[in-house]
Nanobody
Framework: QVQLVESGGGLVQPGGSLRLSCAAS????????MAWYRQAPGNQRELVAD???????NYADSVKGRFTISRDNAKNTVYLQMSSLKPEDTAIYYCNRKSNVFNWGQGTQVTISS
């Protein structure tokens, strides 16, 4: 069965950095566009960044220039390098396919606070 396991979150001060990882299994990872999403309390889940099977990337305007999405098809893993973090980046971060999403994993909590 499909599994998406996010990790790497934590509590970081504004301006800090974090690297999130998502280990995927149960499907042919390398052929799909993968994405990172986030959901802050009281808000809908939003798309943060995506990466195609060929490595093309797209970012939400709110994170452009600060976040970098990457993937390792040999490890079935997608990453999100986050820098210059802001309090408004606080959310639970999830990975999934960009289209026809699977059941969501547990996510990883990112909290930006001084």
């Amino acid at each position: 069965q499909v599994q998406l396991v996010e990790s790497g979150g934590g509590l970081v001060q504004p301006g800090g950095s974090l690297r999130l990882s998502c280990a995927a299994s149960g499907f042919t990872f390398k052929i799909y566009t993968m994405a990172w999403y986030r959901q802050a309390p009281g808000n809908q889940r939003e798309l943060v960044a995506d990466i195609s099977s060929g490595g093309s990337t797209n970012y939400a305007d709110s994170v452009k220039g600060r976040f970098t999405i990457s993937r390792d098809n040999a490890k079935n893993t997608v990453y999100l390098q986050m820098s210059s973090l802001k309090p408004e980046d606080t959310a639970i971060y999830y990975c999934n396919r960009k289209s026809n999403v699977f059941n969501w994993g547990q996510g990883t909590q990112v909290t930006i606070s001084s």
